[in-house]
């Protein structure tokens, strides 16, 4: 395959701006602890061409950096990124979650989420911002702050902050645990500066006063299956695990951000104190939610 020398102007004849689409793909198989070699293996080509690409001796095409994408596990926002860095147009369209060609989309999520009561399920992005939840969810947020359900909610921080649900968590200390060590890898897969953000300010909030008397044993223990969420309810306490759905096919780059996180119950008593707490709620007009 023939190798060409570096291209200054991208396709569309205009310098592009930010770093070289070269240095991405070096620091993308970096972050996946891959080698030249690694990655050559992967995609079916020289170890040769793949370093010139990262040195940019070699300009890649269009195909080319989708493959390599696609081979690098890269999100679609920053495959996007790759391709403009290269001087191309952005493949994966990025459409709102309401706009018309997401009806289909939004239709299923709400369909998850209203099948899954009356356990509790909700919508986050890629950032953990709430898009939608179900009527389980509204009974766990008592006594939560009125500046944390300003939108845009974080759940993340909705879980740790000390005006949020963190002095109801009865296993706070492991759940502290699990939420940044999820949030650490997803940082890993991602490379998103926001999320990191995100994980500093997690991790400078205090203990509750309740810590003190933590259920969920000490820091760095490990349950044999699942981690709890054990949640003090007016209801009576609620023992959750949770579970992740995400669109596996997705080729749009919101739908691709977009998780839904269903909470089950995790004995007896915490799947009737969710039935009675949903039949509180009055069913909404028919038509709506």
Partial sequence: MPHG????????GRT?????????LRSWRQRRGLSQLDLACE??????????????????SRGMLIHLAERLDVPLR????????????????????????????????????????????????????????NRAVAPLLEGVSADLLAGPVNVLRLSLHPGGLAGRIGNWRQWREHVLSRLSRQIETSADPALAALRSELQGYPA??????????????HPDVVVPLRLHTSAGLLNLFSTTTVFGTAVDVTLSELAIEAFFPA???TA???????????SPPRGEG
Avoid: C
């Fill in 5 to 12: 020398t570096p291209q200054t102007t991208a396709r569309n």
């Fill in 16 to 24: 592009p701006a930010g770093p070289a689409v070269g240095a991405l």
């Fill in 43 to 60: 995609a079916d080509i020289s170890t040769r061409h793949v370093s010139f690409l990262e040195t940019g001796r070699s300009q890649p």
């Fill in 78 to 133: 920053e495959r996007n990124a790759l391709l403009v860095a290269a001087g191309f147009a952005p493949v994966y369209s990025e459409h709102g979650l309401d706009s018309p060609a997401m009806e289909a989309a939004r239709k299923a999520v709400d369909l998850v989420l209203t099948g899954h009561e009356p356990f509790p399920a909700l919508a986050v992005d890629r950032h953990w911002q709430l898009l939608a939840a």
């Fill in 208 to 221: 509750p006063p309740t810590a003190a008397s933590d259920e969920g044993g000490a820091d760095g223990h």
């Fill in 267 to 269: 004995d007896a008593e």
């Fill in 272 to 282: 009737e104190r969710l039935r009675r707490m949903l039949a509180e709620i009055p």
